[in-house]
């Protein structure tokens, strides 16, 4: 994979096609950290309802009961 291309660029300096460009550039580059991030937490969230899930089913673990009710 090629090295990214850090150079600084002057946006003011840009003709039209350059800008549309770099704006262009700019939002798939957020949009992929967006959903980067997004299938990440899903990810996330998939792992630990599986466990939970899990351990609801092991055999050794007994159902919640209410100790006490407290009504005010």
Do not use: C, H, Q, Y
């Not at 291309?5 to 957020?30: C, M, P, Q, W």
């Amino acid at each position: 994979m090629p090295e990214p291309d850090n150079r600084l660029v002057e946006f003011n300096r840009l003709n039209t096609v350059g800008k549309a460009v770099f704006i262009a550039g700019s939002a798939f580059k957020t949009l992929g950290a967006l959903v980067d991030f997004t299938v990440g937490t899903i990810g996330t969230v998939w792992t630990e309802a599986e466990r939970a899930l899990r351990d609801e089913l092991d055999d050794g673990i007994e159902d919640a009961k209410i100790i006490d009710e407290d009504r005010n």
